[in-house]
């Protein structure tokens, strides 16, 4: 497996690269902002991206979508709860962050226990809601891409429409904590963790 993380967009938002040793295919989590960025990275990386996988349908999470899909065709794919805030851009709040208005037809609306077969690669798609309702987390291998549910030490805003705090807890405990304690915990903001670091430590969870 080749993984890649960087920092896109002035919200900080963390994109993964997630690509195949065997076929050069890759998949793009969370594409939020600098496409040339990215693509600059795949290119580096001798990867093609094939398709991309959102943890969730806010627009610092998807201003990059576009771009993908207009240069290589990449097919999308949501969580089936998010697809109207991803066609929406007043529910996705594409104008306010990202200057423009995204609305975006996913190709694929996914379900909890979906697995997502590219390259050899396994994606595990776990329906995570709490952030909103749609939010997804996503394994493969040793590592866990949280998006905005699970943080370092901390969790994912609730306050907007479709979230829920006692819905991201639960999701936390019940969904994201039943795994390994040394799976990498990779999130939609900041540094990364271990489930047993947030386990003992992040005081939202204690």
Do not use: W
């Amino acid at each position: 497996m080749i993984f890649e993380a960087m920092t896109v967009g002035s919200y900080l938002s963390n994109c993964y690269i997630v690509g195949s040793d065997e076929t050069k295919e890759a998949a793009i989590i969370d594409p939020g902002a600098q496409f040339e960025k990215i693509d600059n990275k795949l290119k580096e990386l001798g990867l093609i991206p094939k398709i991309i996988i959102l943890t969730h349908a806010h627009g610092d999470h998807i201003g990059a979508v576009k771009n993908f899909i207009e240069m290589y065709s990449t097919k999308v794919y949501i969580h089936e709860d998010d697809t109207e805030m991803l066609k929406d851009p007043e529910k996705n709040f594409s104008k306010g962050i990202t200057g423009k208005s995204i609305s975006i037809i996913p190709d694929v609306e996914l379900k909890d226990g979906d697995v997502i077969d590219l390259g050899g690669l396994k994606f595990e798609i776990i329906h995570t809601p709490g952030h909103t309702r749609g939010g997804i987390c996503i394994k493969v291998e040793n590592i866990m891409m949280t998006g905005d549910t699970l943080f370092n030490r901390s969790i994912g805003r609730t306050d907007f429409p479709g979230g829920s705090f006692d819905d991201i807890i639960t999701s936390i405990r019940e969904k994201i904590f039943k795994y390994d304690d040394e799976t990498v915990v990779y999130p939609g903001h900041n540094s990364p963790s271990t489930i047993k670091s947030e386990k003992m430590g992040n005081p939202f969870l204690r």
